[in-house]
């Protein structure tokens, strides 16, 4: 359950139309001047990274090689963007997949940017945008993993794709951390990011102990109804560090996606020691005034959480490097209130 698939449609032009535009557009912008020449765009590009290259990442689609430090990042996986700007670079173009509008970052990456990038679509990403933007590197770790996507995007510029072992978005935000440094040339800092948020973490645990063990359902409701995520994911990965133990039902139901349906008849699946719901695109009242969900034996016990409060919705949801720490400072004491 994709939290932007309500508000978005898949691409419905064809492969080879896709990469025509793309390749029209390249050979428009090699005619007016090398992409190499950078004089003219040292200040809209942002900030280079440096360390050493050529850096190598291993991705699904085989390793990737990354010349020299990029001056020019189109950031378009879910968190690229935020977690380019947690290591100290600027992208010059990234994808709002939350829908925050203004530069596309949540709240914790407020005031990172020099200079707003230019939006990019989701899961219909325009190409020819892209390759307008001459960039040097492409992120898109936390993505579909499809490969016509990859092979058009790797048409414009280096692209460093899902992650080997990794797709359908199911990428924590440590490994999107490691992945994203290693391509921009700068591996200690993002070593660095990850020590700190983990021992963020250890700290809640340690504070927490109630946490261990105890069974937890990471749901949501659309206009469509009911669901609920499963291991792999960004939100159970959260809650399986602090301790947590994601409710067994729900993982029996599991399969290929990240998430699964729950229809009303069945809402009994989600319960569980705790049960954590998140309204994705419609008020939150829908769920927590719903007769049947409060019905649910968690619920009905208190030992249940509605998010209200958008940015600590999306801030669970985005789960990138940045997010992740602000979610630990606000969503932590909320579940400990509702284990009392």
Not at 24 to 44: F, K, N, P, R
Not at 155 to 170: L, R
Request: aromatic share 6%; proline share 6%; hydrophobic share 40%.
């Amino acid at each position: 359950m994709n939290d932007s698939a309500p508000r978005l449609r898949r691409a419905r032009r064809t492969p080879v139309l896709m990469a025509g535009a793309v390749a029209a557009l390249l050979v428009g912008l090699a005619a007016c001047g090398s992409s190499d020449d950078t004089s003219g765009s040292a200040a809209s590009s942002g900030k280079a990274a440096t360390g050493a290259f050529p850096a190598k990442v291993a991705t699904k689609f085989g390793e990737i090689t990354v010349d020299k430090a990029p001056k020019r990042i189109v950031a378009l996986g879910w968190g690229d963007a935020e977690t380019v700007l947690a290591l100290g670079g600027q992208p010059v173009g990234a994808s709002d997949w939350l829908a925050f509008g203004g530069e596309g970052v949540g709240p914790w990456a407020k005031g990172r940017y020099d200079k707003s990038p230019q939006l990019i679509g989701t899961l219909e990403p325009e190409f020819e945008k892209i390759a307008a933007l001459q960039p040097d590197l492409i992120l898109d770790t936390k993505s579909s993993g499809d490969r016509t996507r990859y092979d058009t995007l790797s048409k414009i510029a280096p692209t460093v794709g899902v992650p080997e072992g990794s797709d359908q978005y199911k990428l924590s935000w440590e490994k999107q951390t490691e992945v994203v440094a290693a391509a921009m040339g700068v591996p200690e800092k993002g070593e660095k990011l990850i020590a700190d948020t983990e021992a963020k973490f250890a700290d809640a645990v340690k504070a927490h102990p109630e946490f261990k063990g105890s069974t937890i359902t990471l749901g949501s409701r659309t206009s469509e109804g009911y669901g609920a995520y499963v291991s792999g994911t960004g939100r159970v990965d959260f809650v399986e560090r602090l301790g947590f133990e994601n409710n067994p039902a729900v993982e029996a139901e599991a399969g290929e996606g990240f998430s699964i349906s729950v229809s009303k008849e069945k809402l009994d699946l989600l319960d569980a020691d705790l049960t954590v719901m998140a309204p994705i695109g419609i008020p939150a009242s829908d769920i927590s005034d719903d007769p049947l969900y409060k019905a649910v034996p968690s619920v009905k016990a208190g030992h249940s959480l509605v998010f209200d409060d958008k940015n600590i919705s999306t801030a669970f949801a985005t789960d990138s490097i940045l997010s992740t720490s602000y979610a630990l400072e606000k969503v932590v004491p909320l579940f400990a209130e509702k284990m009392k």
